[in-house]
């Protein structure tokens, strides 16, 4: 009996060795990294978010996500197609497969995790502001803007418009698709400040000194950024993961990063 029992247990384990591997071989080839690798195109969805991604003078995608996207295809071996997406919209397109990542500046929340699942961050963000010059005169913290009179714009479904509306609970808000159009309310002096994520808002300020201003000098949040893709592909995951690893390690990411966010030298670029 003894020996029985040893023989079976060893037959238990070779079938789920078997198993196992055959299991893993199957999640492999459903992989969206195999399904890139055999289309020979990586298909990002992304937003424009300055200067995460933008348009230049001549209408091409330029910025930080465009320049990691690039480099993600060019690893991979295969072509890009950036697949613009309205911000509002863009993980359900991820759903139904109208691209295979989302590289978009997307801060990992526990709510869009439901959804989605995120790679380790790849940068870090956090929320400022750009504020009128007449009405929002004398402010310099967020109580000033904690206001039921102050109006504030965001870009709607934003991390931007949660930690608004978080931090800044008492005032009115007023949601836009498209972060220009929310610059645009407050050139005209409609709103008092637009919430977005650095250094947006600084850069805009730059533009109109003698219209605008950044009255909170020091980013009021901080949220970790990830790649964003369809749930339970851990070998997409797993392959983001360690080019994501290895980016940083090389110093790829921070030299982008310090190239958009520390310096103006694109800017011609776009003016």
């Given at each position: 009996?003894?020996?029985?029992?040893?023989?079976?247990?060893?037959l238990m384990l070779a079938v789920s060795t078997a198993l196992a591997g055959q299991t893993g071989t199957a999640l492999s080839n459903e992989s969206i990294i195999e399904k890139i690798q055999k289309q020979g195109?990586?298909?990002?969805?992304?937003?424009?978010?300055?200067?995460?991604?933008?348009?230049?003078?001549?209408?091409?995608?330029?910025?930080?996500?465009?320049?990691?996207?690039?480099?993600?295809?060019?690893?991979?071996?295969?072509?890009?197609?950036?697949?613009?997406?309205?911000?509002?919209?863009?993980?359900?397109?991820?759903?139904?497969?109208?691209?295979?990542?989302?590289?978009?500046?997307?801060?990992?929340?526990?709510?869009?995790?439901?959804?989605?699942?995120?790679?380790?961050?790849?940068?870090?963000?956090?929320?400022?502001?750009?504020?009128?010059?007449?009405?929002?005169?004398?402010?310099?913290?967020?109580?000033?803007?904690?206001?039921?009179?102050?109006?504030?714009?965001?870009?709607?479904?934003?991390t931007a418009a949660q930690a608004a509306k978080k931090y800044m609970p008492k005032a009115r808000f007023k949601l836009f698709e498209n972060e220009s159009q929310a610059l645009q309310e407050l050139n005209l002096?409609?709103?008092?400040?637009?919430?977005?994520?650095?250094?947006?808002?600084?850069?805009?300020?730059?533009?109109?000194?003698?219209?605008?201003?950044?009255?909170?000098?020091?980013?009021?949040?901080?949220?970790?950024?990830?790649?964003?893709?369809?749930?339970?592909?851990?070998?997409?995951?797993?392959?983001?993961?360690?080019?994501?690893?290895?980016?940083?390690?090389?110093?790829?990411?921070?030299?982008?990063?310090?190239?958009?966010?520390?310096?103006?030298?694109?800017?011609?670029?776009?003016?």
């Amino acid at each position: 009996m003894k020996k029985l029992g040893l023989g079976f247990i060893f037959l238990m384990l070779a079938v789920s060795t078997a198993l196992a591997g055959q299991t893993g071989t199957a999640l492999s080839n459903e992989s969206i990294i195999e399904k890139i690798q055999k289309q020979g195109v990586l298909r990002v969805g992304m937003s424009t978010f300055v200067p995460w991604a933008m348009k230049d003078k001549k209408g091409k995608l330029i910025g930080f996500e465009i320049d990691v996207a690039k480099k993600l295809a060019k690893d991979m071996g295969v072509k890009i197609e950036l697949v613009p997406t309205a911000w509002s919209g863009i993980i359900p397109a991820l759903l139904t497969g109208k691209f295979d990542v989302i590289i978009g500046g997307m801060g990992i929340t526990p709510e869009r995790n439901l959804k989605v699942n995120f790679s380790m961050p790849y940068e870090f963000s956090g929320m400022s502001m750009v504020a009128h010059r007449k009405k929002a005169d004398g402010f310099s913290s967020i109580e000033d803007f904690n206001q039921k009179e102050v109006i504030i714009a965001v870009r709607t479904g934003t991390t931007a418009a949660q930690a608004a509306k978080k931090y800044m609970p008492k005032a009115r808000f007023k949601l836009f698709e498209n972060e220009s159009q929310a610059l645009q309310e407050l050139n005209l002096g409609r709103v008092h400040a637009v919430v977005s994520s650095a250094p947006m808002p600084a850069f805009h300020a730059l533009k109109f000194p003698d219209k605008l201003f950044v009255p909170i000098k020091e980013n009021f949040t901080r949220e970790p950024i990830g790649f964003a893709i369809r749930k339970g592909d851990y070998d997409a995951l797993n392959y983001f993961n360690n080019w994501i690893l290895i980016n940083h390690a090389s110093g790829f990411l921070k030299e982008r990063q310090t190239y958009w966010f520390e310096t103006k030298k694109w800017e011609s670029l776009v003016q």
